[in-house]
């Protein structure tokens, strides 16, 4: 085992599967996208070579040239050309092409020719080019670059043998250094030397994108999909979340009735199981939804829909290079955030991070599903159910808000050429159903460690705030009123009165704050001290709120200010805390706008 690591980048075009030939070299659980753009920063992992040699391997950003336009291709050029201020120069380069479109990488592949570095080529997806009748001469595609090109299948579990054997040799830089003239030319000239395609025949991914993007048809299609997917939430999620409802309102009586009644069965029975469990009971919920987006992901056909969706986008005023990360915002503004890196243009990236909170994260959802449950009927309209609708219709409201201030920002910019969306359409595949219930387990791990920290941390807190002080022998009001709780909530309530929120909603916003799902945690605890826990929260909230003051409270959610996470990572992303206020600002207006329109033209409908 030698002493020396070998500094190594991967580098290549987004969606050549660069990403998870890292995971399987490295044994790595980063994550595997069907799409371009999944990896905005570089990531770092460790392993060794049959013959003992320790590498260190860099999965730089996907880019297409070193002329870059964007943050994330700015951190790959910079760390290639030894100019990144935190990363050494690699001391070897890893390319990955995708075989099945080697002229979109051939380009990029002659510009790092050209920084003396030594280049091993890996030749991903060569099993679906040979599918598609694609005829690669790999070795005399070595000669012809002047360095050694290895067949690869990221996704096998042998897929890498080669490229590891490789990486044990002598590697050198490449001879010629020498720019070509033309490199749109001598691209041409590889080709033509170098593969072979056999007569084009119609493949199944052509015949199924005749009508996936179709001009008509395609938006149908995926207004459909995105339809039934809410539906589903419903239909899968609803059954466990209530049985796991009953079981914690089985857990608090039986405390009760095993430590008796006072201070620690309170806090056991209102703050930690009502608290808890009423947000843990929409877990099963929150992964039904993922489960869809990550299949969606996994088959190919996200890349399609951001198809469909870009000339719409660009004329409300958003790059088409925005669809993925707004995506992302469904699960967490956070890393759509991030991913705006890679939009070119400044002013586009600032658009893109101020829209990706209106889209509704997953922390939105428990309380969506209290409200929708407590208030909505469960029944049909036409085929469909209603509370699957109004769920539906509270995910379009976000977007359609986002849609709006796109376009108020485009009024506003300066006029510019708006610029195209070009992305790589990836083959569709069945998806890997262990990388899904991986990816699943690890949403699901997260959101119970932040249940057994923050959430618990703050039904604690409330517990406390809403018992303590203690009400006088002779209050005429109830005895939560006199706490800190309901001083605090009682204090704040003229501002948030107009809306229709009593004072328990109104203090509820508070954490919400820090966490929207906190929300939900609140409100438990409060109607726990308040009324007992003999029902479930829904059940208090229906006895306790009008449904004009449920509906407005639906919409505040739908438009609220982002969480404290957010905008800090907005300041770190900009860096600049007038995009930060003004994030919240319009956010706090437009959702105290639309609650209040919500419940006055409720109060005239209802």
Request: aromatic content about 8%; charged content about 15%.
């Amino acid at each position: 085992m030698t002493d020396l690591t070998l500094r190594i980048a991967l580098v290549g075009n987004p969606n050549t599967g660069k990403t998870a030939l890292f995971n399987r070299l490295t044994g790595s659980r980063q994550k595997v996208a069907n799409y371009a753009g999944v990896t905005v920063d570089r990531k770092i992992g460790f392993f060794s070579t049959p013959r003992g040699r320790r590498v260190c391997l860099l999965d730089l950003p996907g880019t297409y040239s070193l002329a870059s336009r964007s943050p994330d291709e700015a951190v790959t050029a910079a760390i290639l050309q030894g100019r990144h201020h935190e990363e050494p120069p690699p001391q070897a380069i890893v390319f990955v092409m995708d075989a099945t479109n080697l002229r979109l990488h051939l380009r990029l592949l002659l510009e790092i020719r050209q920084l003396g570095l030594p280049v091993v080529v890996a030749l991903n997806m060569v099993d679906q080019a040979a599918r598609r009748g694609v005829h690669i001469d790999v070795n005399g595609l070595s000669r012809r670059l002047g360095m050694p090109v290895i067949e690869t299948v990221a996704v096998r579990r042998d897929g890498a043998a080669r490229l590891l054997a490789q990486l044990d040799e002598d590697m050198p830089p490449p001879d010629d250094l020498a720019a070509p003239p033309d490199l749109h030319h001598e691209v041409r000239a590889i080709l033509s030397e170098t593969v072979r395609q056999s007569a084009c025949t119609m493949t199944w991914d052509d015949k199924i994108d005749r009508w996936a993007l179709h001009p008509l048809i395609g938006p149908m299609i995926l207004a459909t999909v995105m339809f039934l997917s809410f539906q589903a939430v419903y239909a899968v999620g609803r059954p466990i979340t209530e049985a796991i409802g009953d079981g914690m309102a089985w857990l608090g009586d039986s405390v009760t009735a095993w430590i008796g009644v006072g201070p620690l069965a309170g806090l056991i029975a209102d703050g930690v199981c009502a608290g808890l469990g009423s947000l843990l009971g929409f877990l099963p919920q929150i992964l039904a939804l993922f489960f869809i987006l990550l299949v969606l992901e996994e088959s190919g056909y996200l890349p399609r829909a951001a198809f469909l969706l870009d000339r719409v986008m660009v004329a409300v005023g958003l790059s088409g290079r925005a669809f993925i990360p707004l995506l992302s915002s469904f699960a967490c503004a956070i890393p759509s955030i991030i991913g705006a890196r890679s939009i070119p243009d400044r002013r586009d990236r600032l658009v893109a991070i101020l829209v990706a909170p209106l889209m509704t994260c997953a922390a939105r959802l428990p309380v969506y599903t209290l409200l929708i449950g407590a208030f909505i009927p469960q029944r049909s309209v036409g085929i469909f159910n209603l509370q699957g609708v109004v769920l539906f219709a509270l995910y379009a409201a976000g977007i359609l808000g986002g849609m709006t201030v796109a376009m108020v920002g485009k009024l506003l910019r300066r006029h510019g050429d708006d610029t195209a969306l070009l992305m790589e359409l990836p083959p569709y595949r069945l998806p890997k159903w262990r990388d899904i219930a991986l990816a699943l387990w690890e949403r699901a791990w997260v959101f119970l460690r932040r249940l057994t920290g923050v959430m618990l941390a703050l039904s604690i807190v409330m517990w406390g705030i809403a018992n303590f002080p203690a009400a006088p022998m002779d209050a005429a009001r109830p005895a939560i009123e006199s706490s800190f709780a309901g001083m605090l909530g009682l204090a704040m309530q003229p501002l948030f009165a107009p809306l229709g929120f009593n004072w328990q909603i109104t203090l509820a916003l508070i954490p919400a704050f820090a966490a929207r799902e906190s929300a939900v945690t609140t409100l438990a605890t409060i109607y726990s001290v308040a009324d007992g826990a003999d029902s479930q929260l829904g059940n208090m909230l229906a006895a306790n709120l009008a449904t004009p003051t449920a509906l407005a409270l639906m919409v505040w959610f739908a438009f609220a200010p982002q969480c404290m996470s957010t905008l800090a990572v907005i300041r770190r992303e900009t860096g600049d805390w007038r995009i930060v206020l003004l994030s919240f600002a319009y956010m706090f207006v437009l959702a105290y706008g639309a609650a209040f329109a919500t419940y006055q033209l409720a109060l005239r409908w209802l």
